[in-house]
């Protein structure tokens, strides 16, 4: 796509400019997906929104020289360029225990690969064009479904089905409500989002992890959510309607990736026997700071 570069400077100016305004009119950018409750984590050339599930990044190039000697935009450099940044990004998100994605990848080329193709494979959310010829061209792609396949670790992948003749007496006292989700505060603590999320108990004991998750519901919703407010947690239909909220007492592990919560909490967990249906569903939610 060109910017009209033999009009005059007036009229190729206003030309980019509604080039401009019409590629903003379809962008992410300005949508209720930018809500403040959205978790949205800055790293090198872009954005993750952990609510969501996206990332975004912009990729830049200048003029070419044409054929004719004339400067031309060039929006195919732009994508090459913004390709190579959701690369680098991508790779920089931590999976579990200081592991990240791009650690993880170096270990197997059919990873890197689908990383890659991922890349190429992310929708143009914004095109912009100035009168210098200079382009600008923003890219999404989410991190559900494909990418979690590729990069969830083995010993994820290794999910035992739940039998329920197998679980506890599952009767509950007369009049109570059974949980349908687990919401947890993280926001007094000094944690920040991964694949990954796992909590365990003051004494070590896991309490949500791969041993109770079912990979269907991993890979196309993600291990856990995450918000950045109490009150849109509580209406999240991710959780439910009668979900149980826990404070997070500190964080452990490497990179502090794993969350510990109190032994009367992890108690009243563990006696929720429904628990494990709406784990293995991961309808698990993370309130996290802004």
């Known amino acids: ?96 225990n200081g592991l990240t994605v791009g650690q993880y990848a170096a270990q197997n080329d059919a990873i890197m690969a689908g990383i890659e193709k991922t890349a190429r494979d992310a929708v143009i959310t914004r095109q912009y064009y100035t009168s210098a010829l200079d382009v600008e061209l923003t890219v999404q792609t989410r991190i559900l479904g494909g990418f979690l396949q590729l990069v969830l670790p083995d010993e994820i992948r290794q999910i035992p089905k739940i039998n329920p003749d197998g679980l506890p007496d599952s009767r509950m006292e007369p009049g109570k409500i059974p949980y349908t989700g687990l919401i947890l505060d993280v926001r007094e603590l000094d944690f920040e989002p991964v694949l990954y999320p796992v909590i365990v108990s003051e004494q070590g004991g896991t309490i949500y992890s791969a041993v109770f998750i079912s990979r269907e519901f991993a890979v196309q919703h993600g291990v856990g959510k995450y918000v950045c407010d109490m009150d849109t947690a509580l209406q999240d239909s991710r959780t439910g309607g009668h979900p149980l909220v826990i404070k997070a007492l500190r964080t452990s592990g490497k990179e502090n990736t794993a969350i510990v919560i109190s032994t009367a909490d992890a108690k009243q967990i563990e006696q929720a026997t429904e628990r494990h249906q709406f784990m293995k569903q991961c309808r698990v939610l993370f309130v996290t700071k802004n």
């Not at 090198?44 to 609510?51: A, C, K, R, V």
């Not at 830049?60 to 044409?66: D, L, V």
């Open 1 to 96: 796509m060109r910017c009209f570069p033999h009009a005059p400077d007036r009229l190729r100016l206003m030309a980019c400019t509604w080039i401009c305004l019409l590629g903003l009119a379809g962008t992410a950018f300005c949508s209720s997906d930018m809500a403040s409750h959205h978790c949205i984590m800055s790293l090198d050339h872009g954005t993750i929104n952990w609510t969501n599930g996206t990332v975004t990044v912009t990729g830049r190039s200048g003029p070419r020289i044409n054929r004719d000697n004339l400067p031309e935009a060039d929006p195919g450099a732009a994508r090459a360029d913004a390709n190579r940044q959701l690369i680098h990004l991508l790779k920089q998100i931590t999976i579990y």
